[in-house]
């Protein structure tokens, strides 16, 4: 029988427990950093965050405890009522942990000699950051930096957007973009930075053996692109071919070619394993 906090005979929290309470203020961006806390809802983000040791409380209701028994052995059973409160989801699926962040500095990311690095610079959607991340997760990224006036990449939807994404890469925050690609830069990385208005072709870059080095890959906004500031940083301007009728690719699709590309071309000159 699946084991949970509450002692025999007390009933399931409700949204208006105090610690339910205190959770849902981590819907705010001022409260999670305050607290360095955040929510992760739903069983695919719950497996990921228990799997990375970083579930502080982990909230469910009995049907979910009944379906997930993998997941829930120790959660503390709340009404769907106090669910609902929590998920910022139509539908939520019945679970909701408490989660410690995991952000790391730049410096220390970049100690660890990252071959790829995704930067999203001054992107404040949270699903296509959250796309994104997930998308850099997925081509081997080891690093995906949050840089200048960007969304944070805790804020729920981009938490969901990730799949777990949130979970697995060195994750960081720099308010100072250039002076992060520069960081970069210093490190050995060649910045590229992805626009459509790029003056070289991504294709011509791969096949003359330029995404074989060390590459951080610079992602603007949908809406407005990199900064200028920002263009000017990169080693690089690099556009998607578009070889079809389409006027472009939108944000998270450029960036899984982009990502990918790189991936492939490193992966052609990774070190052998001993």
């Given at each position: 029988m699946t084991q949970h906090h509450q002692r025999p005979?007390?009933?399931?929290?409700?949204?208006?427990?105090?610690r339910v309470i205190v959770a849902r203020r981590l819907q705010r961006r001022r409260d999670r950093d305050e607290t360095g806390l955040f929510l992760a809802e739903g069983p695919q983000?719950?497996?990921?965050?228990?799997?990375?040791?970083?579930?502080?409380?982990?909230?469910?209701?009995?049907?979910?405890?009944?379906?997930?028994?993998?997941?829930?052995r120790d959660a503390t059973l709340v009404t769907d009522g106090a669910i609902a409160a929590l998920a910022e989801t139509v539908a939520p699926q019945g679970l909701v942990a408490v989660c410690h962040q995991q952000g790391v500095r730049l410096p220390d990311a970049l100690a660890k000699q990252p071959r790829l690095v995704a930067v999203l610079a001054e992107i404040r959607d949270p699903g296509n950051a959250g796309t994104i991340l997930r998308t850099a997760d997925a081509a081997g990224a080891q690093a995906v930096v949050f840089?200048?006036?960007?969304?944070?990449?805790?804020?729920?939807?981009?938490?969901?957007?990730?799949?777990?994404?949130?979970?697995?890469?060195?994750?960081?925050?720099?308010?100072?973009?250039?002076?992060?690609?520069?960081a970069m830069r210093?490190?050995?990385?060649?910045?590229l930075a992805a626009t459509g208005y790029g003056d070289t072709d991504l294709d011509d870059l791969a096949d003359t053996g330029g995404l074989a080095r060390p590459t951080a890959w610079l992602f603007g906004s949908e809406?407005?692109?990199?900064?200028?500031?920002?263009?000017?940083?990169?080693?690089?301007?690099?556009?998607?071919?578009?070889?079809?009728?389409?006027?472009?690719?939108?944000?998270?699709?450029?960036?899984?070619?982009?990502?990918?590309?790189?991936?492939?071309?490193?992966?052609?000159?990774?070190?052998?394993?001993?």
């Open positions: 005979g007390v009933d399931p929290f409700t949204e208006r427990t105090p983000a719950v497996r990921e965050a228990l799997a990375a040791h970083v579930v502080k409380e982990l909230f469910a209701t009995a049907d979910a405890a009944d379906k997930h028994p993998d997941l829930t840089a200048g006036d960007a969304v944070d990449p805790y804020n729920g939807k981009c938490v969901r957007a990730s799949a777990g994404s949130v979970f697995h890469t060195d994750l960081v925050r720099d308010a100072d973009a250039a002076g992060a690609i520069q210093d490190k050995g990385l060649t910045v809406a407005h692109g990199l900064p200028d500031e920002l263009l000017a940083a990169a080693d690089r301007r690099v556009r998607v071919p578009l070889h079809g009728r389409a006027e472009s690719l939108n944000l998270a699709a450029a960036a899984a070619v982009c990502l990918y590309a790189s991936a492939r071309a490193l992966r052609r000159t990774a070190p052998a394993r001993p």
